[in-house]
């Protein structure tokens, strides 16, 4: 079973590896009765204060197991590798490599590897409804004018 790996930490930072793309697939999750193979959750391993995030590897014809739904949580899926299906409230729409699909806490979802090779996609989980006009990307960034030490 593969293991997250700290890399580096400071005061204002943590840094981890869980390994190449294609090494996901040695990742175990328990979660009570059930082991998932091929699913890491990372955020608690950087320190992470406003979301979650997790890996995953389906392999060719596995799904994820059972529909879910969340009390408060909103979710972006985005596809890093291979192809499949994903379901939300009963709608299938294809997805691949580059596909980005954000569900609402209360969208019933799941995901199914239809491809001949491994789908791995990255989730990330945070809270629905919090960002607003002020929290533009474009405006909270502060370029600082301090050279770059490499």
């Given at each position: 079973m593969r293991k997250i790996e700290t890399i580096a930490t400071g005061k204002n930072y943590t840094a981890v590896s869980v390994g190449k793309v294609c090494e996901?697939?040695?990742?175990?999750?328990?979660?009570g009765p059930v082991t998932i193979q091929?699913?890491?959750?990372?955020?608690?391993a950087v320190g992470a204060t406003g979301s979650e995030?997790?890996?995953q590897t389906l392999v060719p014809g596995q799904d994820s197991g059972f529909l879910h739904t969340h009390k408060t949580h909103e979710e972006l899926y985005i596809i890093?590798?291979?192809e499949g299906q994903?379901?939300?409230?009963?709608?299938?729409?294809?997805?691949?490599?580059?596909t980005?699909?954000?569900?609402?806490?209360?969208g019933?979802?799941?995901l199914k590897n239809t491809g001949s090779e491994n789908l791995t996609?990255?989730?990330?989980?945070?809270?629905?409804?919090?960002?607003?006009?002020?929290?533009?990307?474009m405006t909270d960034g502060v370029i600082l004018q301090e050279p770059l030490k490499w």
């Open positions: 996901i697939i040695e990742h175990e999750l328990p979660m091929g699913k890491v959750f990372a955020g608690q995030f997790s890996f890093l590798k291979g994903y379901q939300v409230d009963g709608e299938i729409f294809p997805v691949g490599e580059g980005i699909v954000r569900v609402a806490p209360e019933k979802r799941a996609m990255l989730c990330i989980q945070y809270k629905a409804n919090v960002f607003g006009e002020a929290d533009n990307p």
